[in-house]
């Protein structure tokens, strides 16, 4: 595994000691993070809010190039929620903004990488010019055969079950089965994520305790790990520092034993 970082790790560092910590056998096939705490450090610093959202850009880079490097099968970075409509028009149209000349500039660094895109959320209320990035990024990742990069826009959880919960009855109804049929596997196949891992680790940036209506049923048994650092300061050796801590628990899945990994 630290060959994947020789390039980019000094020997006798700090973050190389915090990689040679991690268990290559027992990683977490899947990290969600709630990217917290934007606002409040360009704030800490006498700037606007679109300033934190733009170095946190540079927190993206460096988790997906960690992860990718470790062998994670996916990450899922929450980065605009139904709910952040309320904020003021400046701040959201800055953002959309913001995200296609990342998803633009950023796009061939992840088909090197094998990385394949994927949006997940309500992707028809966007703007049809973040339509068209999205879309352009999925295509041209799809046959990249790495790690998957989820992005959560105009994304809410409840939102997502309902909506798979309604094509499931509909299916059920269309095969002639009763509504009484109705399994966790049909739900699970209309999900955003179908066909990925459930999440093993959430991570949270700026110490809020909260999960904030993000992948209310993927998370059943996941790991959540909650640090103060705010999102712009979160980076490779934050990365590791999480996945030492998810090491260190007993996942036992409701069971009394143990399940390591």
Request: hydrophobic share 40%; net charge positive.
């Amino acid at each position: 595994m630290s060959d994947h970082f020789a390039e980019i790790i000094k020997p006798n560092t700090t973050e190389a000691k915090l990689l040679a910590s991690i268990d290559a056998e027992r990683l977490p096939r899947h990290i969600a993070v709630i990217m917290d705490g934007n606002g409040r450090w360009a704030k800490k610093r006498g700037k606007p809010r679109i300033f934190g959202h733009r170095a946190g850009a540079e927190s993206v880079k460096a988790i997906i190039d960690t992860c990718a490097r470790l062998g994670i099968n996916a990450v899922t970075l929450y980065a605009f929620s139904t709910e952040n409509w309320k904020r003021p028009k400046a701040e959201v149209s800055g953002l959309m903004s913001m995200l296609k000349k990342v998803l633009r500039r950023e796009l061939d660094e992840v088909t090197a990488h094998n990385i394949r895109f994927k949006a997940i959320g309500n992707i028809g209320g966007l703007a049809p010019d973040v339509q068209a990035e999205l879309a352009f990024a999925t295509e041209k990742t799809a046959a990249n055969t790495g790690m998957i990069m989820c992005v959560a826009l105009n994304y809410g959880g409840r939102a997502e079950i309902t909506e798979a919960a309604r094509k499931a009855a509909i299916e059920i109804v269309e095969n002639g089965r009763s509504p009484d049929e109705m399994t966790e596997a049909d739900i699970e196949r209309n999900l955003y994520t179908h066909g990925l891992p459930d999440v093993d680790l959430l991570i949270r940036t700026s110490g809020e305790m909260r999960i904030s209506n993000f992948l209310l049923w993927q998370l059943a048994y996941s790991e959540i790990y909650v640090t103060p650092t705010f999102f712009p300061d979160f980076r490779r050796p934050e990365i590791f520092e999480a996945i030492i801590d998810y090491q260190k628990r007993d996942r036992r899945f409701g069971d009394v034993k143990s399940k390591k990994g």
